[in-house]
């Protein structure tokens, strides 16, 4: 997960103040160099670390923090403010033309997930507001875009615009717009073209595309992975097209993170969105305010109950619920269960968005073994129907060693499976039906 180095070494930093009752002067300027090496690190731009640390730094010394009470307190809340507005305080929606169609111009070098975010946004506005979008195929320079997209929008159900690779893109788009005329849709994401590079030609087709389209938005998608470089894509292409936002993509990999933290900064143009995934459904809002808690590892709550919102099937956890409390939870359910959750991403991740979890020594080095699930969906699909609604049935040994063979697993593995499902089931009644004291213990426990 993106951040995770940088988390913990604001965490250190911030935590060596909190253990001091009273913090000199000294002691901010020790704090603040290791905040300073933290995000540098980080890949963060040296112009924007030393504008948040002189901010930071100000901003104490005027509040007269260090006099004050619960100085270290004060601190991390002004880090946190300061770290919002590196990335531009709210989350800045998408532009919308009063009149149809709304025109998104997607622009970025190759690979960066161009292709893919336009697809993905594409299905966000259809499943969200009923939206009718075009998408034009208008990047004939990378092998294969084009049978990308269309596949793509064969598998969201999106019309997809093309004329293949021998066209002037600047017709294409032309021909493109009226197409979305004649469709009525109320959206059109142009794919324009990339390059390996930004290079002189591609600029101009650019501009010429934008002249031609008159796009409400210009997104540039830029691989959060490529840190400093994401930053000068950024500023060349914001320098010939006046983009009008940014979308980061790939920020479940194993990014240090310095590119979401200095492209508002740097170009003045917000991140509105951030790519999570390959999955068509892995693209989100990007809240400032949210991502800078999770850097500071102070969890991000509020977008963990929106996941599971918005992947939960409400009915269907109520009368799981309702079952738990009653302990009549059984295998079917649970099976359900461990999909809704397995749909909602690594577990590892959920885990880190609760406040303080991000950096207990518990789950550092937890990795949920995606085997590990597979063999116990394995062991349930062996049930009888029977056995999966009564889980009782299970005590006899010869189902035990049924079960076992059927799963290709050992004896000893559906034993141990059986029992912790049968602990878990009574924990959660207990816990339903409001004794919480084997749950303290639990995650004292952990
Ligand atoms: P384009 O050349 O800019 O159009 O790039 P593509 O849309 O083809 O994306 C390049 C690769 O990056 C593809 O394999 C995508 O699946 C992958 N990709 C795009 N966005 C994300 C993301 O947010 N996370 C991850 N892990 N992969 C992504």
């Known amino acids: 997960m993106a951040f995770e180095g940088l988390t913990e070494r604001l965490q250190n930093a911030l935590s060596g103040l909190r253990r001091k009752g009273k913090v000199t002067d000294a002691d901010l300027r020790e704090t603040m160099r290791e905040i300073r090496v933290a995000l540098l690190e980080a890949d963060v731009n040296f112009n924007v670390v030393k504008d948040f640390v002189r901010n930071v730094r100000e901003r104490a010394a005027g509040a007269k923090v260090l006099d004050g009470l619960n100085p270290a307190q004060q601190i991390v809340s002004i880090v946190n403010e300061e770290l919002t507005a590196m990335m531009g305080e709210s989350d800045v929606p998408l532009n919308k033309?009063?009149?149809?169609?709304?025109?998104?111009?997607?622009?970025?070098?190759?690979?960066?997930?161009?292709?893919?975010?336009?697809?993905?946004l594409?299905?966000?506005?259809?499943?969200?507001?009923?939206?009718?979008?075009?998408?034009?195929?208008?990047?004939?320079?990378?092998?294969?875009?084009?049978?990308?997209?269309?596949t793509l929008g064969e598998?969201?159900?999106?019309?997809?615009f093309e004329m293949?690779?021998?066209?002037?893109?600047?017709?294409?788009?032309?021909?493109?717009?009226?197409?979305?005329?004649?469709?009525k849709a109320d959206y059109v994401f142009i794919d324009a073209a990339g390059r390996l590079q930004i290079d002189e030609a591609l600029m101009q087709e650019l501009v010429d595309v934008k002249e031609i389209a008159q796009p409400d938005e210009i997104l540039l998608v830029v691989d959060a992975?490529?840190?400093?470089?994401?930053?000068?894509?950024?500023?060349?292409?914001?320098?010939r097209l006046d983009i009008t936002g940014v979308v980061l993509t790939k920020l479940d990999g194993d990014t240090r993170g310095g590119a979401a933290l200095s492209i508002r900064a740097v170009t003045g143009k917000p991140i509105k969105f951030v790519g999570q995934g390959e999955k068509m459904t892995d693209l989100d809002i990007f809240y400032p305010d949210r991502m800078a808690s999770r850097i500071l590892g102070m969890g991000d709550l509020l977008t963990l109950i929106e996941k599971a919102q918005?992947?939960?099937?409400?009915?269907?956890?109520?009368?799981?619920?309702?079952?738990?409390?009653?302990?009549?939870?059984?295998?079917?359910?649970?099976?359900?269960?461990?999909?809704?959750?397995?749909?909602?991403?690594?577990?590892e991740d959920l885990m880190k968005m609760i406040p303080g979890m991000a950096n207990n020594p518990a789950l550092k080095n937890l990795k949920v073994d995606p085997k590990?699930?597979?063999?116990?969906?394995?062991?349930?699909?062996?049930?009888?129907?029977?056995?999966?609604?009564?889980?009782?049935?299970?005590?006899?040994?010869?189902?035990?060693?049924?079960?076992?063979?059927?799963?290709?697993?050992?004896?000893?593995?559906?034993?141990?499976?059986?029992?912790?499902?049968?602990?878990?089931?009574?924990?959660?009644?207990?816990?339903?039906?409001?004794d919480t004291g084997q749950m303290e213990q639990m995650m004292n426990a952990m």
């Open 97 to 120: 033309s009063p009149k149809i169609p709304t025109v998104i111009m997607m622009v970025g070098l190759q690979g960066a997930g161009k292709t893919t975010t336009a697809g993905k």
């Open 372 to 434: 590990d699930i597979a063999h116990i969906k394995a062991v349930v699909m062996s049930m009888t129907p029977a056995e999966r609604e009564d889980p009782e049935l299970l005590k006899r040994p010869s189902r035990k060693r049924r079960l076992a063979a059927g799963a290709g697993r050992p004896v000893e593995e559906v034993n141990r499976m059986l029992k912790q499902f049968n602990q878990m089931k009574t924990m959660m009644s207990k816990v339903m039906n409001g």
């Open 310 to 347: 918005k992947d939960f099937d409400e009915k269907q956890a109520e009368v799981q619920m309702e079952k738990m409390r009653q302990n009549t939870f059984d295998f079917n359910d649970f099976i359900e269960q461990m999909e809704q959750v397995q749909n909602m991403g690594p577990i």
């Open 164 to 183: 293949g690779t021998d066209v002037n893109p600047r017709e294409i788009v032309r021909q493109g717009m009226a197409k979305a005329a004649e469709l």
């Open 122 to 150: 594409a299905l966000k506005l259809k499943n969200e507001q009923n939206a009718r979008p075009l998408m034009i195929a208008a990047d004939v320079y990378r092998p294969a875009a084009i049978d990308q997209l269309k």
């Open 155 to 160: 598998q969201i159900d999106v019309p997809v």
């Open 225 to 239: 992975m490529t840190g400093q470089n994401a930053v000068e894509t950024a500023e060349g292409f914001n320098g």
